[in-house]
Each structure stands twice: as C-alpha cells, then as structure tokens.
C-alpha cells in the first residue's frame, strides 16, 4: 500500500502564493505519475497539474502561468507552487499517485486526504 499525505493548504489573499507538499510513503516499488487535483463546494472535482517520473507536467486551463508542480523522485514528494491565487481557487486540493506497491505487478490508484485552501478577496 502507498499512503499520501498533503500539506501546505491555507488562507491566503488573492494575489498571494502557497506551496503544498504531497509526500508517498509506504511499500513503493515505483511511483509513475504524480498530480494535484482539487474539489471546489458543489463541484466535481478537477485536474490541477501532473507530473511524471520523467518530469513531463500537464495543467489544467485555468492555473497554466500560475501554478508549477515538480516532484522530488529520492524522496517519492511532489510540490505544487500556486501563485497569483484567485478566489475561484478555492477548494480541496488532493494529491494524487499512480504508484506501483511492493508485492503487485499492476499500477493503482492513490489519494491523499485533501488539504484545503481558501482564497480570500
């Protein structure tokens, strides 16, 4: 199993910047892609940006030139800095891995907690 924890969410001013952290932990053999998505009240939930283990990234349209994910491989962490933050950025942001745990041969599907972060105006 491969356990994800988040942090680094808050309350913020629009314009401001936060960073979250999302650190796997557990039996991992292999992490593939890592990501952020996020779930505003009364909204489904949607991509914010991936990374692979190659470190190709892929954003959502509506953080591109504000937000950067990157991903630190020895320690299996994957970072999100958020800058210029709008109020209609305010949600749950979850971590989420495509990893590969000790014992399996096929990839599956982890999700942290969430973290939330509020974007005041």
């Known amino acids: 199993q491969v356990q994800l924890v988040e942090s680094g969410g808050g309350l913020v001013q629009a314009g401001g910047s936060l960073r979250l952290s999302c650190a796997a932990s557990g039996s991992i053999f292999s992490i593939n892609v890592m990501g952020w998505y996020r779930q505003a009240a009364g909204k489904q939930r949607e991509l914010v940006a991936t990374?692979?283990?190659?470190?190709?990234?892929n954003y959502g349209d509506s953080v591109k030139g504000r937000f950067t994910i990157s991903r630190d491989n020895a320690k299996n962490t994957a970072y999100l800095q958020m800058n210029s933050l709008k109020p209609e950025d305010t949600a749950v942001y979850y971590c989420?891995?495509?990893?590969?745990?000790?014992?399996?041969?096929?990839?599956?599907?982890?999700w942290g907690q969430g973290t939330q972060v509020t974007v005041s105006s």
């Open positions: 990374i692979d283990s190659g470190g190709s990234t």
């Open positions: 989420n891995a495509v990893a590969r745990s000790g014992g399996r041969y096929a990839y599956d599907n982890y």
